[in-house]
Nanobody, 116 residues
Framework: QVQLVESGGGLVQPGGSLRLSCAAS????????MSWYRQAPGKERELVAS????????NYADSVKGRFTISRDNAKNTVYLQMNSLKPEDTAVYYC?????????WGQGTQVTVSS
């Protein structure tokens, strides 16, 4: 049974940092690309960042390039999202995502709020 469990969200001031984690289980983590998405109130869910199975290649939304870094530890079955220089517009629920055998899996999400 595939499980994705996010953690690390919270309230942070503009300019601050947070690191999100997504612990994966129920599949061979090291074989699959992973992604982070976010959904702000009243908006559609959007892709934030993705990483290949080995971690050798990453991709970012233009809105977060240079501020966010996605990484993974295949020994720990965990993918991370380091978020720096946070802005109020980064406020959203952040979701971990995996596509396995044509099925899309989501975690429960973790709330990130950027506010002074």
């Amino acid at each position: 049974q595939v499980q994705l469990v996010e953690s690390g969200g919270g309230l942070v001031q503009p300019g601050g940092s947070l690191r999100l984690s997504c612990a994966a289980s129920g599949f061979t983590f090291s074989r699959y690309p992973m992604s982070w998405y976010r959904q702000a109130p009243g908006k559609e869910r959007e892709l934030v960042a993705s990483i290949t199975s080995t971690g050798g290649s990453t991709n970012y939304a233009d809105s977060v390039k240079g501020r966010f870094t996605i990484s993974r530890d295949n020994a720990k079955n965990t993918v991370y999202l380091q978020m720096n220089s946070l802005k109020p517009e980064d406020t959203a629920v952040y979701y971990c995502n995996a596509i396995i055998s044509f099925h899309t899996y989501w975690g429960q999400g973790t709330q990130v709020t950027v506010s002074s």
